[in-house]
């Protein structure tokens, strides 16, 4: 992708933080745009790759690797409240032999202490969709009552296919999340878009961290995204689909 590119996603007056994966292994990843926030290695050193999307390289994320932010140190991410508007763009190319579950790219979301608020992810797994984007949204941290997992989420219809490059996001304006996939709104009956119409929870101070391959679940760090990971930007709005479509564009 051009560097022209880069400059209109820079350019959208909405834009949080732009990471662009050129680093190598122990080096900070420091978001481009209006908030330099730097993502942290999680359990171990996350190499690049020369197959890049923004530059000659992407960041590999092999099972177990995930970055984070801590919370206090990425208040322009912590939506929650008033301010439940929001974009999650991230350019992807899944592994061919990837791993099976239910896969976290970005987001606030600790289900472990039940301090759920936001997260972008594949194959989540719930009412029936495997290997779709899934927009993760919820009011109440916890479970959805009467599951054993959180159920809110728009849920594409469309297969994220593996070693091929996707542009998989999704929005919430404080009444619906709407997952896309390469640029499009991949619409599925009853669950994308999907009606929620509630603020997003607030996890306060001790609430969920900025993690990026992976959420905090079962007591550990899990739900593990493997692949290439070419470039992630977040916005403080609801994009429209043409906005999407234009940042999406390759």
């Not at 880069?6 to 420091?30: C, H, M, Y």
């Not at 992810?121 to 009412?127: A, C, H, M």
Request: charged residues 20%; aromatic residues 12%; contains cysteine.
């Amino acid at each position: 992708m051009s560097s022209q590119q880069t400059n209109v996603i820079l350019a959208q007056p909405s834009l949080v933080a732009f990471w662009d994966f050129q680093e190598g292994a122990g080096e900070k990843r420091i978001a481009k745009g209006p908030n330099a926030y730097v993502l942290q290695e999680g359990a171990r050193l996350v190499h690049r790759e020369e197959d890049g999307i923004f530059g000659p390289y992407a960041a590999r994320l092999n099972f177990g690797d995930w970055f984070m932010t801590p919370r206090e140190m990425c208040p322009e991410l912590n939506f929650h409240g008033s301010r439940s508007n929001l974009t999650i763009l991230a350019w992807i190319k899944r592994e061919k032999n990837d791993y099976q579950h239910c896969q976290a790219i970005a987001g606030m979301w600790d289900e472990t202490d039940s301090k759920r608020q936001y997260a972008l992810f594949l194959n989540l797994r719930i009412w029936d969709s495997y290997e779709q984007v899934g927009g993760h949204v919820s009011a109440g941290g916890g479970p959805t009552e009467g599951y054993t997992y959180c159920m809110t989420s728009s849920l594409g219809a469309t297969e994220v296919n593996r070693e091929e490059w996707h542009v998989v996001g999704f929005t919430y304006n404080g009444k619906e999340a709407i997952s896309y996939l390469d640029g499009k709104l991949d619409q599925r009956e009853t669950y994308n878009p999907f009606y929620y119409g509630e603020e997003l929870y607030d996890g306060g101070q001790n609430g969920s961290d900025f993690t990026v391959g992976a959420v905090h679940r079962s007591e550990e760090i899990g739900n593990f995204y493997t692949g290439l990971l070419g470039g992630l930007a977040v916005f403080n709005r609801a994009l429209t689909q043409e906005e999407i479509a234009i940042l999406s564009h390759r």
